[in-house]
T-cell receptor, first 118, second 111 residues
Framework: EAGVVQSPRYKIIEKKQPVAFWCNPI?????LYWYRQNLGQGPELLIR????????DSQLPKDRFSAERLKGVDSTLKIQPAELGDSAVYLC????????????????FGNGTRLTVT | QKEVEQNSGPLSVPEGAIASLNCTYS??????FFWYRQYSGKSPELIMS????GDKEDGRFTAQLNKASQYVSLLIRDSQPSDSATYLC???????????FGRGTSLIVHP
């Protein structure tokens, strides 16, 4: 089984520039998560999708961040414009369950994208 | 705000010893609990899940859950240098099912 695929692995941009991250989940996994992880911290949720619907985006800074999951498969997370504080690792994860059945479904993470904003 | 608390460490143990990692959570409605291991520069990977009070053993790993005390722990027996990593506790909230992660405990196993 292929794992969660993310690209790019690394990205260095200047502040105020746009950046986009891509994620392809494990085949058959209907729930997709974007997390952000700062150094020395645990992952923090940005947005969760069930199929193509964003079911929790309360932690997504909507003034600069956007996400989409067309056709309920792969997903893109965008930042425009980037700020210095956006430097972090952006993790995509997927799980098999949807709704209440996602409760017992572990997350499978991609390799992440390390973003550096200068 | 649902919280998951972990001591950031580092926890240093000698090779062959038992490492004990602890996690407390605030959401009494939580029913599922996960431990992930994260090597430096890598992504988290699942090592244990537990859903019922008591102990669950998998090889050298034992997860312990006490819902009354809102406490979950991970024991690693016969610790090896390859166990050196950050261990993340994740607890889905009772209402939203979204896993909230603790900040992780750094474990160092020295030869």
């Amino acid at each position: 089984e292929a794992g969660v695929v993310q690209s790019p692995r690394y990205k260095i941009i200047e502040k105020k520039q746009p950046v986009a991250f891509w994620c392809n989940p494990i085949s058959g996994h209907n729930t997709l998560y974007w997390y952000r992880q700062n150094l020395g911290q645990g992952p923090e949720l940005l947005i969760r999708y069930e199929n193509e619907e964003a079911v929790d985006d309360s932690q997504l800074p909507k003034d600069r961040f956007s996400a989409e999951r067309l056709k309920g498969v792969d997903s893109t997370l965008k930042i425009q414009p980037a700020e210095l504080g956006d430097s972090a690792v952006y993790l995509c994860a997927s799980s098999l369950g949807v709704g209440a059945s996602s409760y017992n479904s572990p997350l499978h993470f991609g390799n992440g994208t390390r973003l550096t904003v200068t | 705000q649902k919280e998951v608390e972990q001591n950031s460490g580092p926890l240093s143990v000698p090779e062959g010893a038992i490492a004990s990692l602890n996690c407390t959570y605030s959401d009494r409605g939580s029913q599922s609990f996960f431990w992930y291991r994260q090597y430096s520069g890598k992504s988290p990977e699942l090592i244990m899940s537990i859903y019922s009070n008591g102990d669950k053993e998998d090889g050298r790993f034992t997860a312990q859950l006490n819902k009354a005390s809102q406490y979950v722990s991970l024991l690693i027996r016969d610790s090896q240098p390859s166990d050196s990593a950050t261990y993340l506790c994740a607890v889905p909230s009772g209402g939203s099912y979204i896993p909230t992660f603790g900040r992780g405990t750094s474990l160092i196993v020295h030869p």
